[in-house]
């Protein structure tokens, strides 16, 4: 990605790590829309005026879309209004996800059904939606933001761990699939990182999760994000069906 016409689509880009990934796509990309289900009434384009902001450029072209990522017609209505509003898409980055934690035993269906589809139906939704015309063009990057827990599990984790693995699964066979039409198709895992999600861990929690962690810390969001822009760009041309650990060394 050297000559920053690629347009982008990140799901779930209103705040955390989407919303990284958003700023740093944004210093590459000729335009980007991202999708959250965050919006109330329509206060997206306050947001993505605010992103613009933070960016310091007034005129790079961010749009922002209130969808469901779970639900197929949205997918489909995101990727119309993108290659509406920015003339194409090159690059998707499922990065939308939720956790309901709870031990099996006391785990309801509709916390398992929850994380499946917002985590892992998502990720079909959307690239089922985008290939038609990445294929056309033969040409895209798509960067699936997957979990070390979809590698290692994690006790009370067992609907998220599931989706992430699921991710994972089908991150390779689409990556099988699309390499012969110019589309890679690539997994990051976060480890434990500094965002909404892991701000409801305790004192204790946090203490013997950096037991594990060589480096020491939680990640940022700007770590994940700058992995991600490297698997969008030209210098990961030859990187397909990979999932990338984005986890101070906490899974080798
Ligand atoms: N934070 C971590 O430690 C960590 C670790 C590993 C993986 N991840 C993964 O990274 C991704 C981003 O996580 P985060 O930590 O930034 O979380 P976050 O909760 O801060 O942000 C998630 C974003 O997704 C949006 N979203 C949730 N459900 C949606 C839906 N149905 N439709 C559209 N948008 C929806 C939210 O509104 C929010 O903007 C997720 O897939 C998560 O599983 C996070």
Redesign the pocket.
């Known amino acids: 990605m050297s000559n920053k016409s690629m347009r982008a689509i990140v ?10 990934i958003v700023k740093e796509l944004a210093s590459r990309c000729s335009g980007i829309l991202f ?4 919006f109330v009434d329509d206060d997206s384009n306050k947001t993505a005026e605010e992103i613009k902001k933070e960016i310091g450029n007034p005129d790079i072209n961010i749009y922002a879309f209130k ?5 197929f017609e ?1 997918a489909q209505a995101t990727i119309d209004a993108a290659i509406e509003k920015l003339g194409g898409v090159d690059i998707l980055v ?6 309901r934690d709870n031990l099996l035993l006391r785990m309801g269906e509709s916390e398992f059904d929850q994380v499946i ?3 892992l139906k ?1 990720v079909f939704n959307h690239t089922k939606a985008v290939i038609k015309p990445m294929m056309a063009q033969r040409y895209g990057r798509i960067v699936n ?5 979809g590698l290692i599990g994690n006790a009370g984790q067992s609907n ?1 761990a599931a ?2 693995a699921g991710v994972i699964g089908f991150t390779k066979a689409t990556a099988k699939e699309l390499a012969s039409r110019g589309i890679t198709v690539n997994a990051v ?10 701000a409801k861990l305790n004192e204790k929690q946090r203490e013997s999760l950096l037991v594990n962690i060589p480096m020491k810390r ?2 940022s ?1 700007e770590d ?1 994000a700058k992995v991600v822009g490297f698997l969008c760009s030209n210098e990961a041309d030859y990187v397909t069906g990979q999932v990338i650990a984005v986890d101070g060394g906490m899974v080798m």
């Open positions: 799901t779930g880009g209103s705040r955390g790590i989407g919303k990284a999708s959250d289900i965050a969808a469901d990522v779970s639900k949205d499922n990065n939308a996800g939720i956790t589809n917002v985590n998502s933001i997957a979990s070390v827990v998220y989706s992430k895992a976060p480890g434990f990182i500094e965002t909404d999600m892991t939680l990640g969001p994940v």
